[in-house]
């Protein structure tokens, strides 16, 4: 590129940007924006436009689904994240900002703004608008939160708040153009409002100014920071609706264009004067009398004498004299490492007082301004390790007074997993193809489920949810009609009438075979494999490396339903040789598959789809596997206090058992105890013993077939290293001596079926070995995709989402790092190395870890900092210090840890929730495990965690937080913060 000197001699202008160019993007707005204002304005006039506006700036997640068509439309086609190209330097650009933000925001209020204030056409606009002058306050927090979102992680993500900003600000600038355009006394001569050269000269005074400052400061930047920082602000230009003809390639090329716009733009002006005076007294209000002055001379000294000048600031007074002293001082004899300490330790202070300040501003009931946690967490210091002690000892009783009155006659503690409505239909759906279903039974769950019907006659995936999907309202409907709930009945009309409102039926498999055993569709209309696959030798080997258990069943139990309703739940005639050998091996291959309750994985879904397979394809209600199979159906259905009836989507004796009995030991209660050796006797009794079909677990060659646990009792084939760990965990601490031969072989032989299941990647899976890594960070983010006919479902199986698949995930990992910790296994055994090494791949941008199976970024980071301190990984480690900082900044004021089930679509959201039981005694637990029992942080949660213990002693989330299909699919499990509490508690007692 040619260049030739700046007017001044103060740059280098390049002959691109020349001044025929400029012009013209004087007079151009940003059409797509511009004609959604226009669209809305002409079908509906003014008060629609500023409801849209509105409803936009309310709305600081998700934009909702109220908003017009031409407007969801436009956010999702004008949305422009980084391509796969900027993705590296956008990672790159957010850890610069996670460690250089406050000075990136001095320099952001004390030159961009001013810069921008001093071109005086440009100007006019903020003044006729009045939001600066008028309200200073909010437009700053408005601007500084912009940046704060956008440079966050997450904030660039496709779904990223930094954009949805953006394409809000973007609606913002239309309708300005069209507000001030329209106003008698502005001057055209101007130029059109927010036209694309003040778009461009605000993008590169956001961008390439402040690289400048840092210049000034004498903070050295690689070049590969600069083009990072640089191109976050080139995709957030995108955003805005700056034209590509003004979009620089890199920040030579910017600082090219910025210089040749201050050329021809910048000038002295009453509307800037305004503006410059408005935002040195909002500043002025953070500074010590002394020291008034200060902010107009840091924006002279950072903005430089020409644009001060132009704004009408004065001339610099004492304290610029003992600003250029200290300039002069360091530069001649070094008085500081970092210059930037000395250049600018006011203009930190005065920062930090700033967003000290703005975050007590409200907007109605919710903040205006906040600092994302894991920023606030690493700019503000944090508080002294010197917190009184609490005394936790009448909590921890009440607490294991709970568990021994919930323990069963044989040992094992149950927890009622509290799933969506689409597991009751399931249910009724299967109960009623059978036949079998008791009518009061029946009457309960229509009872439940019309207490779970949305207003709109939908049904969501989980309970406590308000969005209505078709999979879920399809199959309750499908459960009703099939237990001969009448279709007058208000439940079925208005459920059937969402569906007819919203797309009709579902075309996922699963959903068509409940729809079509309630005879709402023919089977012929529901896509899927024929069952002749299952003839294919070796094909559930091949398809078990790329799908999960449970949905590899549903491949051969779905076609056997569809051709048994096609035959009438009849035998294939003797001539149709095919079918009767397909017939044949189905029914073989799923009762080998049939643990000795009768289930299929202790799974609503699967085993409901097992027994109507075995009666479509004619067997009788007395055959053993069909009476097997109801009642372990059965066994997952839970009548309440009420006389309600809901189904589970499965049980948790084995998990439970184990974490109630290790909780007890933990808070006191000795291993010799009645209720806890009744308990491990329990455990060892459910050890599996039998081998697993191949395709359930997927075994490395050579690796242990027997030994491991499952979740749920009696599910001897669906043994998980999740249960697996937390048993050696139970009995690694509350073994008595008494079974100590008995215990330690159980944990032989689960510990060696365990170190069997550790992937090639380092990390544990959930059930079968050996499957292909997961992407760094969050899986789930959106619905799985819905296949549509044969040739989609074989696509789905080719290219399977993460989601449906089984690979290794952090939350399990860091749970079998804790039991094996237990066992005596230190950091640098072979086993634990390469789950060190997993772990650290899977640290997501934030320095937090994702979790695939409990809710989620809070949860699964506890998880694995226990682990790895259980195998002696500690806050030296960078990975953990990292994650501890990342854990602490999202405590909330009241001392508890929140995070919602809506981080899953929403990532960026990450920590943030209401406050909840289980994620606070979580975030305890860790931080006692690394040395953190005496801090303030501790003490605030463990108070908290004391104030909302129940009288019966346990606690209660304040919904579902237990994963089983993100980002809808969730259940509750009402045990799991009891033990949770207990655990936090003992390990806070032990650090005292």
């Given at each position: 590129?040619?260049w030739?000197?700046?007017?001044?001699g103060g740059g280098r202008?390049?002959?691109r940007?020349?001044d025929?160019?400029?012009d013209g993007?004087?007079e151009?707005g940003?059409?797509?924006?511009?004609?959604?204002?226009?669209a809305i304005h002409?079908?509906?006039?003014?008060?629609a436009v500023?409801?849209?506006?509105?409803t936009?700036?309310?709305n600081a997640?998700t934009?909702?689904?109220?908003?017009?068509?031409?407007v969801?439309?436009?956010?999702?086609?004008?949305r422009?994240p980084p391509t796969?190209e900027?993705?590296?330097?956008i990672d790159e650009?957010?850890a610069?900002f996670a460690?250089?933000g406050?000075?990136v925001?001095?320099?952001?209020?004390?030159?961009?703004l001013p810069?921008?204030y001093?071109s005086?056409?440009?100007?006019h606009?903020l003044?006729?608008?009045?939001r600066?002058?008028?309200?200073t306050?909010?437009?700053?927090m408005?601007?500084?939160?912009?940046?704060?979102d956008?440079l966050s992680?997450?904030g660039?993500?496709p779904?990223?708040?930094?954009?949805?900003?953006?394409q809000?600000i973007r609606l913002?600038?239309?309708?300005?153009?069209?507000y001030?355009?329209a106003q008698p006394?502005?001057?055209?001569?101007?130029?059109?409002p927010v036209?694309?050269?003040d778009l461009?000269?605000t993008?590169?005074?956001?961008?390439t100014?402040i690289?400048?400052?840092?210049r000034t400061?004498?903070i050295p930047?690689t070049a590969?920071?600069e083009l990072?920082f640089?191109?976050?602000?080139?995709?957030?230009?995108?955003?805005?609706g700056?034209s590509p003809e003004?979009m620089?390639t890199?920040p030579?090329?910017?600082?090219?264009?910025?210089?040749r716009?201050?050329e021809?733009q910048?000038g002295?002006s009453d509307?800037?004067?305004q503006?410059v005076?408005?935002?040195v007294?909002f500043?002025?209000?953070?500074?010590?009398g002394?020291l008034?002055?200060m902010p107009?001379?840091?924006?002279?000294?950072?903005a430089?004498?020409?644009?001060a000048?132009a704004?009408?600031?004065?001339?610099p007074?004492?304290t610029?004299v003992v600003?250029?002293?200290?300039?002069?001082l360091?530069r001649?004899?070094h008085?500081?490492e970092?210059?930037s300490e000395?250049?600018?330790?006011?203009?930190r202070?005065v920062?930090l007082g700033?967003?000290?300040?703005?975050e007590?501003?409200?907007?109605g009931?919710?903040?205006?301004?906040?600092?994302?946690?894991p920023?606030?967490?690493r700019?503000?210091p944090?508080?002294?390790?010197?917190a009184?002690?609490?005394d936790v000892?009448?909590?921890l009783t009440r607490?294991?007074?709970r568990?021994?009155?919930l323990?069963?006659p044989?040992g094992w503690?149950?927890?009622?997993?509290?799933?969506?409505?689409a597991?009751?239909?399931?249910w009724?759906?299967?109960?009623?193809?059978c036949?079998t279903?008791?009518r009061?039974?029946r009457d309960?769950?229509?009872?439940?489920?019309r207490e779970?019907?949305?207003?709109?006659g939908g049904f969501a995936?989980s309970?406590d949810?308000?969005?209505?999907?078709?999979?879920?309202t399809?199959?309750?409907?499908?459960?009703?009609?099939?237990?001969?709930v009448?279709?007058?009945d208000?439940?079925?009309?208005?459920?059937?009438?969402w569906l007819?409102?919203?797309?009709?039926?579902p075309a996922?498999?699963v959903?068509?075979?409940?729809?079509?055993?309630?005879?709402?569709?023919?089977?012929?209309?529901?896509?899927?494999p024929p069952s002749?696959?299952a003839?294919?030798?070796?094909?559930s080997?091949v398809?078990?490396r790329?799908?999960?258990?449970?949905y590899?069943?549903t491949?051969?139990?779905v076609?056997?339903i569809?051709?048994?309703?096609?035959r009438?739940?009849?035998?294939?005639?003797?001539w149709?040789?095919?079918?009767?050998l397909t017939?044949?091996?189905?029914?073989s291959w799923l009762?080998?598959r049939?643990?000795?309750t009768?289930?299929?994985?202790?799974?609503?879904?699967?085993?409901a789809?097992?027994l109507?397979?075995?009666?479509?394809?004619?067997?009788?209600?007395t055959?053993?596997?069909v009476?097997d199979?109801?009642a372990?159906?059965r066994r997952l259905?839970?009548t309440?206090?009420?006389g309600?009836?809901?189904?589970?989507?499965y049980s948790s004796?084995?998990w439970?058992t184990?974490?109630a009995?290790r909780a007890?030991?933990e808070?006191?209660?000795?291993p010799?105890d009645p209720?806890v050796?009744r308990?491990l006797?329990?455990l060892r009794?459910?050890?599996?013993?039998r081998p697993?079909?191949w395709?359930?677990?997927?075994?490395?060659?050579g690796?242990?077939?027997?030994?491991?646990?499952?979740f749920e009792?009696?599910?001897?084939?669906?043994l998980?290293?999740?249960?697996?760990?937390m048993?050696l965990a139970?009995l690694?601490?509350a073994g008595a001596?008494e079974d100590?031969v008995?215990?330690?072989?159980?944990?032989r032989?689960?510990l060696?079926?365990?170190?069997?299941?550790?992937?090639?990647d380092?990390?544990w899976?959930?059930?079968g070995?050996?499957?292909a890594s997961k992407?760094?960070?969050?899986?789930g983010?959106?619905v799985?995709p819905?296949?549509?006919?044969v040739?989609?479902v074989l696509k789905?199986?080719?290219d399977t989402?993460?989601?449906?698949r089984?690979p290794a995930?952090?939350?399990?990992?860091?749970?079998?790092?804790?039991a094996?910790?237990?066992?005596?296994?230190g950091?640098?055994t072979p086993?634990v190395?390469?789950?060190?090494a997993?772990?650290?791949?899977?640290v997501?941008?934030?320095?937090?870890?994702?979790?695939?199976?409990?809710?989620n970024f809070?949860?699964s980071?506890s998880?694995?900092l226990l682990?790895l301190a259980s195998?002696?990984?500690?806050a030296?480690?960078?990975?953990?210090?990292q994650?501890?900082d990342?854990?602490?900044?999202?405590?909330?004021?009241?001392?508890?840890?929140g995070e919602?089930?809506?981080?899953?679509?929403?990532?960026e959201l990450a920590?943030?929730?209401?406050?909840?039981?289980?994620?606070?005694?979580?975030?305890?637990?860790a931080?006692?495990?690394h040395?953190?029992g005496?801090?303030?942080?501790?003490?605030r949660?463990?108070?908290?965690?004391?104030?909302?213990?129940e009288?019966?002693?346990?606690w209660?989330?304040?919904g579902p937080l237990?994963v089983l299909?993100?980002?809808t699919m969730f259940y509750?499990e009402?045990?799991l913060?009891?033990?949770?509490?207990?655990?936090?508690?003992?390990?806070?007692?032990r650090a005292w």
């Amino acid at each position: 590129m040619r260049w030739i000197g700046a007017p001044d001699g103060g740059g280098r202008v390049s002959v691109r940007w020349t001044d025929e160019l400029l012009d013209g993007m004087r007079e151009r707005g940003d059409p797509p924006a511009d004609d959604v204002l226009r669209a809305i304005h002409d079908a509906e006039g003014l008060e629609a436009v500023n409801a849209v506006l509105s409803t936009m700036v309310r709305n600081a997640g998700t934009p909702p689904r109220t908003l017009p068509p031409v407007v969801r439309c436009y956010l999702a086609e004008q949305r422009s994240p980084p391509t796969a190209e900027e993705r590296p330097l956008i990672d790159e650009a957010e850890a610069f900002f996670a460690t250089h933000g406050v000075t990136v925001l001095m320099l952001l209020g004390f030159s961009s703004l001013p810069q921008t204030y001093a071109s005086k056409n440009g100007s006019h606009v903020l003044v006729f608008t009045q939001r600066l002058t008028r309200d200073t306050q909010r437009r700053v927090m408005e601007t500084f939160q912009f940046i704060l979102d956008a440079l966050s992680p997450g904030g660039l993500s496709p779904g990223g708040k930094g954009i949805r900003d953006a394409q809000k600000i973007r609606l913002m600038h239309a309708a300005i153009r069209r507000y001030v355009a329209a106003q008698p006394d502005y001057d055209a001569a101007w130029g059109l409002p927010v036209n694309q050269e003040d778009l461009a000269g605000t993008m590169l005074a956001f961008s390439t100014v402040i690289l400048d400052g840092f210049r000034t400061l004498g903070i050295p930047l690689t070049a590969r920071q600069e083009l990072a920082f640089f191109t976050a602000w080139k995709v957030l230009g995108r955003n805005l609706g700056v034209s590509p003809e003004l979009m620089p390639t890199d920040p030579d090329d910017g600082r090219a264009l910025f210089e040749r716009i201050r050329e021809r733009q910048w000038g002295a002006s009453d509307s800037g004067h305004q503006l410059v005076s408005a935002i040195v007294a909002f500043y002025d209000r953070f500074m010590p009398g002394l020291l008034a002055t200060m902010p107009a001379t840091q924006i002279r000294h950072f903005a430089g004498d020409r644009c001060a000048d132009a704004l009408g600031l004065p001339p610099p007074d004492w304290t610029g004299v003992v600003l250029a002293a200290v300039n002069l001082l360091d530069r001649e004899f070094h008085l500081v490492e970092d210059r930037s300490e000395a250049l600018s330790a006011l203009g930190r202070h005065v920062t930090l007082g700033v967003l000290r300040g703005m975050e007590g501003a409200l907007r109605g009931d919710r903040p205006l301004f906040q600092i994302p946690l894991p920023l606030r967490g690493r700019w503000f210091p944090p508080e002294p390790d010197d917190a009184p002690r609490i005394d936790v000892s009448e909590a921890l009783t009440r607490g294991v007074g709970r568990l021994r009155a919930l323990q069963e006659p044989e040992g094992w503690w149950w927890d009622r997993n509290r799933g969506g409505p689409a597991m009751s239909g399931m249910w009724l759906c299967a109960e009623g193809f059978c036949g079998t279903l008791d009518r009061a039974k029946r009457d309960g769950a229509v009872a439940w489920l019309r207490e779970h019907q949305l207003g709109n006659g939908g049904f969501a995936d989980s309970v406590d949810a308000d969005l209505a999907t078709g999979t879920s309202t399809a199959t309750v409907l499908a459960g009703l009609v099939a237990a001969g709930v009448p279709a007058s009945d208000p439940l079925v009309a208005s459920a059937r009438a969402w569906l007819d409102a919203n797309g009709g039926w579902p075309a996922d498999p699963v959903t068509g075979a409940f729809l079509a055993m309630a005879g709402l569709i023919p089977p012929d209309q529901v896509a899927g494999p024929p069952s002749s696959i299952a003839l294919i030798p070796g094909l559930s080997r091949v398809l078990a490396r790329r799908l999960q258990g449970f949905y590899l069943l549903t491949l051969f139990e779905v076609p056997a339903i569809l051709d048994g309703l096609r035959r009438g739940r009849r035998k294939p005639p003797l001539w149709r040789v095919g079918s009767r050998l397909t017939r044949r091996r189905i029914l073989s291959w799923l009762e080998h598959r049939q643990d000795r309750t009768g289930s299929w994985l202790g799974v609503m879904p699967v085993t409901a789809l097992g027994l109507c397979a075995l009666v479509a394809e004619g067997l009788p209600l007395t055959d053993r596997r069909v009476r097997d199979a109801l009642a372990s159906l059965r066994r997952l259905v839970v009548t309440d206090a009420s006389g309600r009836v809901f189904a589970q989507p499965y049980s948790s004796e084995v998990w439970d058992t184990a974490m109630a009995c290790r909780a007890m030991v933990e808070a006191g209660v000795s291993p010799s105890d009645p209720a806890v050796r009744r308990g491990l006797a329990f455990l060892r009794a459910e050890q599996g013993r039998r081998p697993e079909p191949w395709d359930l677990q997927t075994p490395r060659p050579g690796a242990p077939r027997t030994g491991g646990w499952p979740f749920e009792a009696g599910n001897e084939l669906g043994l998980d290293p999740d249960s697996t760990a937390m048993v050696l965990a139970c009995l690694a601490r509350a073994g008595a001596p008494e079974d100590r031969v008995d215990n330690e072989a159980a944990s032989r032989d689960g510990l060696a079926w365990m170190l069997g299941m550790q992937n090639p990647d380092g990390g544990w899976p959930a059930f079968g070995w050996g499957q292909a890594s997961k992407p760094r960070g969050p899986i789930g983010t959106e619905v799985p995709p819905t296949p549509d006919g044969v040739l989609g479902v074989l696509k789905l199986l080719v290219d399977t989402p993460p989601i449906l698949r089984d690979p290794a995930t952090e939350e399990l990992t860091g749970r079998a790092l804790l039991a094996l910790g237990l066992l005596g296994h230190g950091p640098d055994t072979p086993e634990v190395r390469a789950a060190r090494a997993f772990l650290a791949d899977q640290v997501w941008t934030n320095d937090a870890w994702f979790g695939r199976w409990t809710t989620n970024f809070v949860a699964s980071t506890s998880y694995v900092l226990l682990g790895l301190a259980s195998v002696g990984v500690d806050a030296s480690d960078p990975m953990v210090r990292q994650a501890l900082d990342w854990l602490l900044s999202f405590q909330h004021p009241d001392g508890a840890w929140g995070e919602g089930t809506e981080t899953y679509a929403s990532p960026e959201l990450a920590g943030r929730g209401a406050p909840s039981a289980t994620q606070t005694a979580l975030a305890v637990w860790a931080l006692c495990a690394h040395g953190y029992g005496r801090t303030r942080s501790v003490e605030r949660g463990v108070r908290w965690l004391l104030h909302t213990q129940e009288e019966g002693g346990g606690w209660t989330d304040p919904g579902p937080l237990s994963v089983l299909v993100p980002p809808t699919m969730f259940y509750g499990e009402d045990l799991l913060p009891d033990y949770l509490g207990l655990f936090a508690l003992s390990a806070y007692g032990r650090a005292w």
